[in-house]
């Protein structure tokens, strides 16, 4: 339309709009002055007053009728009649209150779920990171001969990094944990070493200073540090000129030269709740006995070439890897080299989980649309007179189809409202009580994208359940509704309807309860999963030594120190320090050579988890010394090497045999013998869910570390004694950095918070879905049984027992639960197998769940329909059959 | 919905801008100059007129105001836009070629 054009209607369409009044005022008057016109003109000819109106009438036709096309053309229609659509909706739920709160609840709590599972998804797996061309960020693993990824050794790394042709470059990392020292105390910071490279690589611009430069990652000249943004804003209240000043790690004066932008995602830190504050260059010190071809303690990271492809550099990686192999037989072995996308390797152990979250949500979604289709439809036939009247009073079907879907959109935009209301507040108490270590939750909000979602779900739902009512309502057989009040004529059609939810409501339930009944029991079993110490009534803590104090000698005698002291407090039974804590989430292996059992090529040896332990260590943590003796005083760093080692390290190389006397070395296939003085039982390291590992103790005396696990078994409630036992270590040395103070038991619930999270969600999704069917049921029967209080009572009347009436309706509704039930255990039985990897001991067709959930759904639609049945039968005959 | 039948679809629309382009008129006018001018021929019923009217104004082709008849009565009066000018050269164009191209076709000589 031109502008011009504009410039006359547009005023027509406001005045239209606005003064409506006026408008319909002006239209009868001109049809009115029309209609007079023309009864002149017949008394003119001649008729009686009354006659020539009539007359005038008739040729006119119908004066509403055309009114109403008058209207028609004002193109400002919809608007009023939106408006109106709109006004008699609501009221009309205002005249249901009942169903207008069950139908928008239900509709809140399927949208609310869904769009607070597509929000953590949105946040967690869709939403790009924020690198610069993020799909070409890869990592680089080392392919063990099993075909597990592992880590990368310094020499490997650099002939990668020499020889490849397929990247911009490749990046190492190692974890630091350097220590803040401040006046009075002292705090352990999540650091890591990277190449100097790593920033570029990853294409991050910095908030201020610049970048490490290729001659600061070399040794002697890394002093150099660059902060996390968050770092920077908590220790340096976000000082604009930190660039150039030092911070003081341990006994080093490091010079910041950075500070990384808020959005940089903590990509290196394994535990997703303890971002990295820190980054120095990696500088790498080949002197070091580590620095072998297979000493894999570096992960890599790389960018992809413009135009290269995974595929072509995975293969390309592999032959240099091989070419490795080849060339250095004695000191390395792999079966190639594995490229994971960054992001994968960021989220990929929760991905599984959160589609699967997805998906039973969304059948939360469908089986809310099931209740309030059906709710719809019984309120559409309730109003099935007023739709009549309406329509034998001249309403044309679009209309009425149109107001019906409004009043659909009305229910699934209120209900939509709800249900986002419902969602942020479940993805802010998500990210408040932090119940699963799930990467980038704090990224999780409700966005636009999320909101579009919503929006969507909302509108898909009202469509989907409006129009079968609108359907309904315009075929509807006017005379034939006004005279039987709709009451027996539909009621086959409806009846099948009403089967039909029940149907689909049982099936999807079922589908639903079993997996999450399959998701509670495995995590139920790997709670009573024994992890081989006793985790009640234990604190740990870490501490870690820094600067001259961290040397063995000093760092033994500060250890048995503290140890005295904590032994000596009111309510410790027993102490020990540890290298590192089962279930803690570190893994420090060694690879372990036994005397005479070593391998062809000793790297291929098999690695152990190693722990340098104090001798109270097994008696505080309760792991049981099978065979021989524990550590004890004697064991110093001068007396013959020893060694404790596992079950399943003896069954593995000394089975059949007393593994008390036997020697092996640990890592350097050339260091010295060590002799094993007893058998420990099996401790579950990695997770509860995890295999069993083999794993060597060593007396601390023997393989100092500097940062360690001090575990304190107390008689009382651990958690109370962390202050006393911190303020021991303070007396001591207020300089010594404590951190994660946990009870074992927080250490153990932390290492299963990803599971514990699914299987509360599922079972939180399952618990809806059985409200929503249990109400959904007990909604068709009730109204379905109101219908029929009629027949009720005609059949009461003629002498059909009560009982008989009850079991006739109830097995109307048993029927297609029974059905429905049969179809949802196929459907579970093929769709559970998808949650395979998500459980543990549990077979996703576990005889017992899918049992309990078949009981559990039947007593529910026998109950539901049970009650109104009930209800029904206990009227009296008299008043049934008068009952309109 | 009575539609004008044997009126092709728009042209009253071309008519009763052609009336309302000789002079201002209001709807009762109008229909008794539909019947004067086409002899009968073109029925359009009363009730048809207005909606036709209506759609006119709102596309802005005409326009309308409040005016006493002779008699002294309120009447709306209807009077062709410079808009409505411009349409109506436009659909009489448009009319006399459909017309001649189907006249020519009527007196095609049958071989």
Redesign the interface.
Known sequence: MSPKHWFYTFPLRLRSLLKRNQVEQDLSEELQFHLEQKSQQYMASGLSAEEARRKARREFGGVELSKENCRDTRGVNYIHDLVQYLAFGLRMLRNSPAFALVAILTLALGIGANTAIFSVIHGVLLQPLPFPKQDQLMTLWEKDNDGRRSNTSWANFMDWNKLNHSFDGIAAVSFWSPTIVGAHDAETLVGFRVSSTFFDLMGVKLERGRNFLASEDVRGNNFVVVLSYGFWQRTFGGDPGIAGKTVQLGTRAYTVVGVLPADFPSVLSFDPRKPADIYTPLAYDETLPYACRDCRHLRAFARLKNGASITQAEAEMNQISANLVREYPTAYSAAGVTLTPLKDYLVGDVKTALWALLASVGFVLLIACVNVANLLLAWAARRQREVALRAALGARRARMVRQFLTESFLLSFLGGALGLFLAWGGVALLQRIRLANLPRLQNVQIDTWTFAFTFGISLVTGLAFGLLPAFRASKLDLSEALKESGKSSAGKERHSLRSALVFADVALALLLLTAAGLMMKSFVRLLEVNPGFDPSHTLTLTLSLWGPKSADAPAVAFFDRVLQRVQALPGVESTGVVSQLPLGGNLDMYGVHVEGKSLANPEEDPSADRYSITPGYLRAMRISLLRGREFDESDVVTSPMVALVNESMAHQFWPGEDPVGKRFRMGDTKGPWKTVVGVVGDVLHKGLDAPHTIQVYLPNTQFTDAMVVLAVRTSNDPASMAGSVRSEIATIDPQVPVSEVATMDEVVSVSVANQRFGALLFLLFGAIALVLTTVGIYGVISYGVAQRTHEIGIRLALGAGRREVLSMIVSETLKPALLGAAVGLFAAFALTRLLTRLLYNVKPTDPPVFAAVLLLLIGVALLASYIPARRATLVDPMVALRYE | ??KPSDLVQGTLDLLLLKILALEPM???AI?LRLKQVSGDVLQV????L??AL??L????WI?AE?KPTENN????FYSL?R?GRGQLEKESANWSRLSAAISNIVKLKEA
Do not use: C, V
């Not at chain 2, 009565?73 to 709306?76: F, G, L, N, S």
């Open positions: 919905m009575s209001n709807g009762y229909s019923s009363d009730g048809s207005y909606p209506h759609k104004e709102q596309e802005g326009t409040w009565r309120r009447a709306k836009t808009l």
